[in-house]
């Protein structure tokens, strides 16, 4: 079993910046790629970015919307994973849940999530 948990969550004003972690603990060699997804009320529970080991260095991806404002990182040392957050906007409001997946398993597969934080952009 893998346990996720968040923290960095909160509220910040439009055009300003938050960090988001999410650090794993368990059977973390049980973990390939990990990501952040992000849920507003009456929504789907959305990809924003992932991350990936490739051959010579992490693979990342974004959706569209966060493309060039968000940054995803990993440190395999603290087991922990982050999601920098710039240039934030309203439409950016959501609770944000850390996920990682079984070794050579797409994010989008099922996998362990954790418990999510709330992230609200407003002024």
């Known amino acids: 079993q893998v346990q996720l948990v968040e923290s960095g969550g909160g509220l910040v004003q439009p055009g300003g910046s938050l960090r988001l972690s999410c650090k794993a603990s368990?059977?973390?060699?049980?973990?390939?790629?990990m990501g952040w997804y992000r849920q507003v009320p009456g929504k789907r529970r959305e990809l924003v970015a992932a991350?990936?080991?490739?051959?010579?260095?992490?693979?990342?991806r974004y959706d569209d919307s966060v493309q060039g404002r968000f940054s995803i990182s990993r440190d395999n040392a603290k087991n922990e994973v982050y999601l920098q957050m710039n240039r934030l906007e309203p439409e950016d409001t959501a609770v944000y849940y850390c996920k990682a997946v079984p070794p050579n398993t797409p994010i989008m597969r099922e996998g362990y999530w954790g418990q999510g934080t709330q992230v609200t952009v407003s002024s």
């Open positions: 368990g059977n973390i060699f049980s973990i390939g790629a």
């Open positions: 991350i990936t080991q490739g051959g010579t260095g992490d693979i990342t």
